[in-house]
């Protein structure tokens, strides 16, 4: 099981990303799929979750910001970032429940500017 993260850049503030999270397998067989983030000197924190039954949850910080969909066809799952603040400046990760395990892909850096 393998999933690629991509879509991080640098923005300014209030402006839009979009990551994309690649599944080597169908999409549908994990049992959640979920976007972290991680700034400097900062823990990972869960930003937002995305469950086979379409149930999300996000992050408070992220709430009414963030959304987080799949696209079934691709196996891929987005985190669409709108309004974007300095302090979404993080490493983003995927990760995904799969039979039991969770696996992660790599990161991809989006940085925010005042």
């Known amino acids: 099981v393998q999933l690629q993260a991509s879509g991080g850049g640098l923005v300014q503030a209030g402006g839009s990303l979009r990551l994309s999270c690649a599944a080597s397998g169908n999409i549908l067989s994990f049992g959640l799929m979920a976007w972290h983030r991680q700034a400097p000197g900062k823990q990972r924190e869960l930003v937002a979750v995305l469950f086979t039954n379409d149930h999300t949850n996000y992050a408070d910080a992220v709430k009414g910001r963030f959304t987080i969909s799949r696209e079934n066809a691709k196996n891929t799952v987005y985190l669409q970032m709108s309004s974007l603040k300095p302090e979404d400046t993080a490493v983003y990760y995927c990760?995904?429940?799969?039979?039991?395990?969770?696996?992660w892909g790599q990161g991809t850096q989006v940085t925010v500017s005042s």
């Open positions: 990760n995904g429940l799969f039979r039991g395990s969770y696996y």
